[in-house]
């Protein structure tokens, strides 16, 4: 049986970015891709800004 994946670790990654500076909430999940607030454009979640829009989180 499939489980949920365990959100502790990304809450965790999540204050490491908060912590140095980094705005990391305005992205918004799609199963296991971002999805750009702006535009909808799906990326991997390593994007740091959007390929088709240019949108930057806190830019």
Not at 16 to 40: I, M, Q, V
Request: hydrophobic fraction near 25%; glycine fraction near 10%.
């Amino acid at each position: 049986m499939a489980s949920a994946p365990d959100s502790a670790g990304d809450d965790m990654f999540d204050e490491f970015l908060t912590a140095r500076g980094h705005d990391h909430s305005a992205w918004e999940s799609e199963y296991n891709k971002k999805r750009c607030p702006e535009c909808g454009g799906i990326h991997d979640v390593e994007a740091t800004d959007c390929s088709v829009c240019g949108w930057q989180p806190g830019h």
